[in-house]
């Protein structure tokens, strides 16, 4: 415990990122381990948020075109700052919708109904709803035109078979914290004649991407996980430039050129790039604080913060195998085969996770037996990842995890 003690103080000491949690707002007594799930919120946020509000009290309907940061352009703009941390040219990426909204978006854009659509066996929810209503909607049934694959490079690369029409891959999953080899499955893809669209909901803003040179056709994700931009906060997509001359497959106002928004032309004039996939009004109040976090991820670096978060999850890791051997991490051990999670795997998984709350550790727990801690580059620190193993010791020891109530928790 002394050397794991001192280890920590060691990794704190020549921590580069150790200045960001003072960014951050959070409880002096708490370890937070789910900023993969609801980054907390920053002082950069707030005060983002805060002049927003603020332009729309003193520019009213002129805050489209006026103010520091007129609205009109807003997703142009974030989509601009969004594409460093996806390996993009700034015209493929645009901030705008959901990860739900965008999947279904790039579906109705890219997808030609001419063939089955492959999908991770393990994908969130939400990947495999938008899909099958997608299918339906086209008149295609899912039993023949959706395919399920294990998240495994070698499983995937086999299914990529001739006559696939795309596929749905995630960058991390979700629930195991492995990371895809995404430039190898992109090759894969390619190959077949298939294309692909990433997830990339549970890899933005932990670890570097390079979807332009991988050649990835589109790629979607949601801002409230690790770029902790709040909850419900605008997502981001990106479509390769070789399909710039595609129409949006669901067309709004906002996907056409600014100069033609009301132009009386009944036809719509795609806007130029990615910014042609929006469709409705932006939402201005909701890529407020991702503009504030984005300055976060910009002074930082994004290599930095996957240098830091390895550190972490490896050390934290460590701290529990010595702590808490009973726990599985079931995360890969290698470097480049892991995010920025750690799952590990406890029959009472849901009961531990609950017990570890009242405790003052905050992860998650993913049905059936895992429990999931996330260390975060820019606010956790090393002496936490101990103190944390130190705790889940605690509530084992002491069987607290096997007098917790059943109940929701997020
Ligand atoms: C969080 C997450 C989503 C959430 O979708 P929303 O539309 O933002 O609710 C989708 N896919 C994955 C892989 C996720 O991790």
Redesign the pocket.
Known sequence: LTELQNQAARLDAADALAGFRARFVLPEDTIYLDGNSLGPVSMDAKASLERALNSWETHRIEGWIEGEAPWLFLPERIGARLAPLVGARADEVIATG????NLHQLLATLYEGNGPILLDANS?P??RYAIQSHLKLRGLDSETYLRFVEPDEDAIELSLIQGTGLAVL?SVV?TSGRLLDMARLTRAAQRSGTKVLW?L??SIGVLPHALSEMGADGAFW?SY?WLSAGPGAG?GLYLNARHFDKAPGIAGWFGAAKEALFSGSHGLIPAPGAARLQTGTTHVLSLAPLAGTLTLFEEAGIEAVRAKSLALTGFLRECLAALAPELEAITPIEDNRRGGHLALRHPQAAALSRSLRAQGVVGDHRPPDLLRLAPAPLFTSFAECLEAARRVRAVLEAGLHRETAEGLVP
Do not use: M
């Open positions: 959901s990860t739900t909204l969130f939400t990947d995630p979700y997830d909901s549970h949601c996980k997502g």
